[in-house]
């Protein structure tokens, strides 16, 4: 039978590839009389067989793909070049990616030179010469395409836990992005991070972070809650470390930032302090992204609100400050215009924020040498396994303290199963009602007490 009906396919075929050509040279009218006819011999619907006798031995696209009839439905595989960045590749692609703290592709075809280099200056990796140029030439969006899968597998999202500081708002200057035109590195956003695990009750650990505005130099320092006191003192901390001399500071309304201790302490020191607008996140862009890039990446949204949690934080944050600035490129926006409804960005060259302060007249050579000679100290692939041992931890303390919890409820709730003493008024009419909620209400018991 299959056969049958393959020899009537090829019949048709035949019949209608010898037409093909009187019909291309046929007039309007003889064309309807040679599909009249056509369509009595084959079958064929009208608007098929006339498709069929115009695009006989042409190219035709059909569902994206290229459909060439030669002999009637003859398809041809569609040529494919050979690809250029195989499986091997895609896999060290990967690792270095995971290394590099899940940057995109911009940024890590712009840091991918430096990080290799400094990988096999520490005998961490060891690559052949064909690798080395693949990675040499890779774009930035085809690095894009080959880790979409991956990349689409983490997902983070937060909430805000600010709240408002409603004293010294008059005293301190509003200052909004678009007003940061600093060309030198000192002048610095601030937030806090929250670490309250989606329960704002009680005490929780918060995080610091500071980021310049010229450079995206970040440093991060975990404090106990969002007393002003430790806020303060982490603020003190972070100068103390910063690379470049501290000339400004704008932070959001948080109580902890606008305050007279830090109000006078900047006065006293000589610092600029602004602070954005209300309810305005884009007012404090720079450090906002480094909220979700440097901190939530890294540390994610638990609850950690113990001291053994709080020295890990720090522990990783100490780590984390010389992975970030030294080895991983951000890109800034430079340029901003609007065409109707669309709006145009042009983003500087992504570079690292090491390299920026090399690159900054600012910068004395003293302290330019200091980098050179720690960058060169730094082994990205030790920072990064030690980085990765300090979230495991974090992520095991988490684990113990819910188990913890978990079983000191279940313990309370036996005990309190077994002092309650159940007694349920009964009355000759209703005791035989009273005794089957009685059963059932002593089998759920049992039931959560398992």
Not at 129 to 157: F, G, Y
Not at 403 to 422: L, N
């Amino acid at each position: 039978m299959e056969a049958e009906m393959g020899l009537r396919m090829k019949v048709k075929r035949a019949i209608a590839a010898e037409a093909a050509a009187r019909y291309r040279r046929a007039t309007k009218k003889e064309k309807q009389v040679l599909l009249d006819d056509l369509i009595k011999t084959t079958g064929y619907d009208r608007s098929y067989l006339g498709w069929l006798l115009r695009s006989h031995g042409r190219k035709v696209r059909v569902n994206g793909k290229i459909l060439i009839i030669g002999d009637l439905k003859k398809r041809t595989s569609r040529r494919r070049r050979p690809s250029i960045y195989d499986d091997e590749f895609q896999s060290i692609l990967k690792k270095l990616w995971v290394s590099m703290r899940f940057i995109c592709g911009k940024g890590m075809a712009a840091g991918l030179k430096d990080f290799v280099s400094a990988l096999e200056r520490h005998g961490e990796l060891l690559l052949d010469s064909q690798t080395k140029q693949k990675l040499a030439k890779v774009s930035p969006a085809t690095i894009d395409r080959l880790l979409a899968p991956e990349r689409r597998k983490a997902q983070l999202k937060g909430r805000s836990t600010t709240k408002p500081g409603t004293l010294l708002k008059r005293q301190i200057e509003i200052r909004t992005f678009s007003d940061w035109d600093e060309g030198k590195p000192g002048f610095v956003e601030v937030d806090l991070v929250a670490h309250d695990g989606g329960s704002s009750s009680g005490e929780y650990c918060h995080t610091l972070d500071v980021t310049d505005v010229c450079t995206g130099w970040t440093e991060t320092r975990a404090v106990k809650n969002r007393a002003q006191v430790w806020v303060f003192e982490a603020l003190q901390e972070i100068r103390a470390r910063l690379p470049f001399t501290l000339l400004g500071i704008d932070s959001d309304n948080g109580g902890e930032f606008i305050n007279h201790h830090l109000l006078a302490y900047c006065e006293a020191q000589n610092i600029k302090f602004t602070r954005g607008r209300p309810y305005k996140k884009n007012d404090n862009c720079y450090v906002e992204e480094k909220n979700y890039s440097v901190v939530r990446k890294t540390v994610g949204y638990q609850r950690y609100d113990t001291q053994q949690e709080l020295e890990l934080l720090n522990e990783l944050y100490s780590l984390l400050r010389l992975y970030t600035n030294y080895f991983l490129p951000v890109m800034k926006l430079v340029d901003k215009q609007r065409f109707g409804s669309k709006v145009k960005k042009t983003y500087g060259p992504p570079m690292t924020p090491y390299k920026k302060l090399l690159q900054s007249p600012a910068l004395t050579e003293k302290a330019k040498r200091q980098l050179r000679k720690q960058y060169v100290t730094l082994n990205p692939a030790k920072l990064d396994r030690d980085i990765t041992a300090l979230e495991v931890k974090l992520t095991k303390s988490v684990i113990e303290k819910q188990s913890a919890s978990t079983r000191a409820k279940m313990g309370c709730g036996k005990v309190e199963i077994e002092k309650r003493d159940f007694h349920f008024p009964t009355t000759p009419t209703t005791a035989k009602t009273s005794t089957r909620r009685r059963s059932a209400k002593h089998r759920r018991l049992k039931k959560r007490a398992a």
